[in-house]
């Protein structure tokens, strides 16, 4: 009933752009505060941005200025803008929701979605 799936990723050059999606089904997304993460190849998984219900973001120092969250609430979906990647950039997207706001741990975020893969490259 409950469940985010993410999408958008890809295969794109460095310097390019990407726009991942993540669409809420069997809830409203309204009410929630939604993470992005993601996990490069052989590391850990790790925070990226964060919108809360109010439509405050917050980013990961590596995002500033390059990636930017927004949410549009009639489609009941989060956006994540990908712009300026770098190969490092390359990982497997996630989001996720949080019942209270950003300012939690990567732990307390639930209803993960399946990722989608963003691959930067020449």
């Known amino acids: 009933q409950l469940q985010l ?3 958008g990723g890809g295969l794109v050059q460095p310097g390019g752009s990407l726009r991942l999606s993540c669409a809420a089904s069997g809830f409203t997304l309204d009410y929630y505060a939604i993470g992005w993460f993601r996990q490069p190849p052989g590391k850990e998984r790790e925070g990226v941005s964060c919108i809360d219900k109010s439509a405050s973001t917050y980013y990961a120092d590596f995002a ?5 969250t927004s949410r ?3 489609k009941n979906t989060v956006y994540l803008q990908l712009n300026s990647l770098k190969p490092e950039d390359t990982a497997v997207y996630y989001c996720a929701l949080s019942s209270r ?4 741990a990567l732990s307390d975020f639930g209803s993960w979605g ?3 893969q ?3 490259s020449s």
């Open 114 to 116: 399946q990722g989608t």
């Open 64 to 68: 500033k200025g390059r990636f930017t």
């Open 72 to 74: 549009d609430n009639a």
């Open 101 to 104: 706001n950003c300012h939690v």
């Open 5 to 7: 799936v993410e999408s």
């Open 118 to 120: 963003v691959t930067v």
